[in-house]
């Protein structure tokens, strides 16, 4: 008796329906959860805030590059360049997401947040600076991130639409270093 060979089955991620709905769910799923985290966590510490923004679009970062791997081990087709839509879609949520709150609209040194929110003394201009400078580092690290995505482009579609929750996460993470400072100094109504 012969054994006939079964054909071997593809690697989950790289199966269309699998790999899609399993894209779907970690990419808007991430987007919702930052929704809803960002206005959760608006006044918790940076400990509590940083991981609730930062591990959903991790997840979806991680999956992509596992839907990278899988694709990259077994030579899948390329995906078509259209998904680069997602590498849009999350630089323009980057640039336009507001990262600085209202009250600190036009601040662009740590003298003027002091004075703005409290007085300028030695305790709030190292605690505004070092509030403006992690801003400034986080949103500038979340550009950096989703154009590290952007060669993922032709393996993993879920790398490439995880850019977007990225972009989202960063954004949120660093308009919360200067939430903090306002929270800090009870100048939330401002």
Same mark, same amino acid.
């Given at each position: ?15 269309? %329906?699998? +790999? ?52 990259? $081990? ?6 078509? %360049? ?14 336009? %997401? ?7 609209? +036009?601040?662009?040194?740590? !003298? ?10 030695? $305790? ?45 996460? +960063?954004?949120?993470? $660093?308009? !919360? ?6 929270? !800090?100094? !009870?100048?939330?109504?401002?």
């Amino acid at each position: 008796m012969t054994q006939v060979a079964q054909p071997q089955r593809r690697p989950f991620l790289t199966q269309p %329906w699998e +790999g899609g709905v399993t894209g779907w769910v970690a990419v808007f799923g991430a987007i919702l959860i930052e929704f809803i985290a960002g206005i959760v966590a608006n006044t918790a510490s940076m400990s509590i805030a940083a991981p609730v923004l930062i591990v959903p679009a991790a997840i979806a970062v991680g999956l992509g590059l596992w839907q990278w791997q899988q694709a990259w $081990s077994i030579r899948a087709e390329p995906v078509p %360049w259209w998904h680069l839509i997602g590498i849009g879609v999350a630089l323009l949520a980057w640039i336009i %997401w507001p990262v600085v709150p209202t009250a600190l609209q +036009g601040v662009s040194n740590a !003298h003027d947040a002091c004075t703005l929110v409290y007085t300028a003394d030695p $305790s709030c201009l190292a605690r505004a600076s070092s509030a403006l400078t992690d801003s400034n580092v986080t949103w500038w690290l979340t550009g950096a991130v989703i154009i590290a995505l952007l060669p993922l482009v032709r393996k993993s579609r879920i790398a490439v639409w995880a850019a977007i929750p990225v972009a989202f996460a +960063g954004c949120q993470v $660093s308009a !919360h270093f200067l939430e903090l400072l306002l929270v !800090h100094y !009870h100048a939330t109504g401002l």
